[in-house]
């Protein structure tokens, strides 16, 4: 399991993680990536970010941007994406 740094909070995360088993205490928790203004400035203060995806190109595109510290997922098959698969090919 690949691991994100969660803001400055010291600890990691999961990358991809299954909504309700990931400690999300303190993030700023979106359900989508429209406003990057909002994710960069959580990033500068030291927020961790979370982005909700529910299908392989929500979780790649969420993961593309470095602030993003967890892909949030309700189903359990998305936590078991081949990401280098799905990015480069």
Known sequence: MR???FGATGRKVPEIGLEGAVDLEGALVLDDL???SVVRDAHERGVP???RASTPQEVVAALSHGEVACALVQ???LLSLDLAELTYG
């Open 34 to 36: 429209s406003d990057l």
């Open 49 to 51: 970010v979370v982005v």
């Open 75 to 77: 189903d359990d098959s």
């Open 3 to 5: 691991e994100r740094w």
